[in-house]
């Protein structure tokens, strides 16, 4: 396996989720027997440590283990594979990136800036020279995230162009509401590889996005990726029902967690509802102060899912 390059960046990714056993240590074996049963989910690749999988939540020496582990399983599998790095400050991002890097099974990094404070263009762009000049050869790409406190647009990626040339692409959330805004991104720079959610996965085809990093992917897989496939092969008509399909569950779903007093942050609703859909195997608990489900919560929703959408429920396996 070997680095990513931008026009090789584009289908459905699978966000894997982390586990913890009950005492909220990293549980190596279930993460481990996860990210196996995600290698054959007919996904493009597989990726860590965004917020579905609570990177801010892992110490060092968890966060080797976790590259070790998915490092060792995609390169049997021969699964593409990006590392989620980011942090609060630049010396930790540096340390996971370089720890990332030493992996030939990983094809790519994905950062964001640092968060707590808002940053500025000039400490923007030293950012990324600082990671350029640490690891010049791992492409990067980019998780453009309002929690940031800056979301970056198709000038500030020329920008920064010229001190990081390794980015290839762009993990372009709330998509929605920043439509427009994407279009001329994407003109701007067309050489970089624009990825948005599922729910907004085919209208951003029609633009010239290139894929989604999904969570709904670990629910049935092939709901997904057959979208993807019938947007690629420009069967657009078929496609966008399935993404107003995939809007329609996401409002249910919300309102039906809602009702039950649960949240819907990233982590502890993607992990729910992967646990639920039968596609992943362990507890749907997140790291403190992150408060995951309950088991009565997940039960309700597996019977919810049967009578009301069982496209998303994993198939049983033979």
Not at 104 to 129: N, T
Not at 185 to 203: A, I, W
Not at 215 to 232: C, D, G, H, Q, R
Request: hydrophobic share 40%; net charge negative; charged share 20%.
């Amino acid at each position: 396996m070997s680095r990513l390059k931008a026009v090789e960046l584009q289908g459905v990714w699978a966000g894997l989720t982390l586990s913890w056993d009950e005492n909220f240590q990293f549980d190596e074996k279930i993460f481990a027997k996860n990210v196996k049963n995600a290698t054959a989910s007919g996904a493009a690749g597989l990726y860590t440590t965004g917020s579905t999988g609570e990177f801010y939540a892992l110490e060092f020496d968890e966060f080797q283990r976790m590259v070790d582990i998915v490092s060792e399983i995609c390169g049997k599998a021969n699964m593409p594979l990006q590392i989620g790095c980011c942090s609060e400050y630049t010396a930790k991002t540096i340390k996971m990136l370089e720890y990332a890097s030493s992996k030939k099974e990983v094809g790519a990094v994905q950062l964001v800036i640092p968060y707590w404070m808002k940053l500025d263009d000039r400490e923007i762009l030293q950012f990324f020279k600082d990671i350029f000049n640490a690891c010049p050869d791992m492409p990067l790409v980019y998780y453009n995230i309002p929690r940031a406190k800056r979301f970056l647009h198709g000038n500030d990626y020329l920008e920064i162009l010229k001190v990081c040339p390794t980015l290839i692409g762009v993990k372009y959330t709330y998509a929605g509401t920043n439509f427009a805004a994407l279009q001329s991104d994407m003109m701007l720079t067309p050489d970089l590889s624009y990825f948005v959610s599922e729910n907004l996965l085919v209208s951003s085809m029609m633009i010239g996005a290139q894929g989604s990093y999904s969570s709904l992917v670990s629910t049935n897989p092939n709901y997904t990726i057959a979208m993807y496939e019938k947007a690629k092969e420009g069967l657009w008509k078929e496609a966008i029902k399935m993404q107003q399909h995939i809007s329609t569950f996401f409002n249910d779903s919300f309102e039906f967690i809602n009702n039950r007093n649960e949240v819907i942050i990233d982590p502890v609703f993607d992990k729910g509802l992967a646990i639920a859909a039968g596609c992943v195997i362990g507890h749907q608990r997140c790291r403190a102060p992150y408060i995951g489900w309950s088991d009565e919560t997940i039960i309700a929703l597996r019977t919810w899912l049967e009578e009301n959408y069982p496209e998303f429920i994993f198939p049983k396996q033979d």
